[in-house]
């Protein structure tokens, strides 16, 4: 998980040796990791989507503040959040498997 923390801090700014924030982009790592595995309905992710991983923890980490806002107002400004992973991220993923049958 070394480099894709590494990647992480390089995408987000953070000096690598800087270890202040580890404990909370581990946990973004963690929560991109689960939701793409959910929403691809996998057990393991291949390793050629651990960038796409880490891109999917970068906007996770970016967006905390708004988690749940679908349309944000202030004055004159609005903006309208996505909900779900973002279209761009769920485009470079595989697309999701569907199980038949009963276990």
Same mark, same amino acid.
């Given at each position: ?7 992480? *801090?390089?995408?987000?700014? /953070?000096?690598?040796?800087?270890i202040? *924030?580890?404990? /909370?982009?581990?946990? =973004?790592l !963690?929560?991109?990791?689960? !939701?793409i595995?959910? =929403?691809? !309905? ?12 880490v891109?999917?923890?970068? =906007?996770? =980490? *970016? !967006? ?11 004055? #004159?400004r609005s903006?309208?959040y #996505?909900?779900?992973?973002p279209?761009? /991220? ?5 697309l999701?498997k ?6």
């Open positions: 998980m070394s480099e894709l923390m590494d990647l992480m *801090k390089r995408l987000l700014g /953070i000096e690598p040796t800087d202040s *924030k580890d404990d /909370i982009l581990i946990h =973004y !963690n929560k991109a990791r689960s !939701n595995l959910g =929403y691809c !309905n996998v057990v393991t992710l291949p390793v050629e989507y651990d960038d796409v991983m891109d999917y923890a970068v =906007y996770l =980490y *970016k !967006n905390r503040d708004s988690v749940g806002l679908i349309t944000k107002q202030e004055g #004159e903006a309208t #996505e909900t779900g992973i279209t761009s /991220i769920r485009l470079a993923l595989p999701p569907i199980k038949v049958g009963t276990d």
